[in-house]
């Protein structure tokens, strides 16, 4: 593990191209739903995480499962935290 205060998250971090755990993975499947009228775009998120000390502060509640939502074009930025590994709408 490392920690570098110049990051842009100065605490460990398990996102791909960081070496801060080196020997575990997390992989986030994400599947989007369109409404018949295209207004509204639902998520079904859900991780696959291999590093038994990360699970074990998330179900503490001393961490938890994120995704961020963003969009350039319209400005549009949402992060959603989860304890569970599915995020379902």
């Given at each position: 593990?490392?920690?570098d205060l110049l990051r842009a998250f100065p605490?460990?971090?398990l996102r791909?191209?960081?070496?801060?755990?080196i020997d575990g993975d997390i992989q986030?499947?994400?599947d989007f739903t369109q409404s018949?009228?295209?207004?509204?775009?639902t998520a079904h998120v859900s991780f696959a995480l291999s590093?038994?000390?990360?699970?074990?502060?998330?179900?503490?509640?001393?961490?938890?499962?994120?995704?961020?939502f963003a969009c350039r074009?319209?400005?549009?930025r949402k992060a959603v935290l989860s304890d569970v590994p599915?995020?379902?709408?």
């Open positions: 593990m490392q920690f605490y460990p971090v791909p191209s960081v070496d801060d755990y986030a499947t994400v018949d009228d295209g207004l509204t775009l590093v038994p000390e990360i699970v074990a502060e998330i179900e503490a509640g001393r961490a938890a499962y994120s995704v961020v074009d319209t400005y549009f599915t995020l379902l709408p």
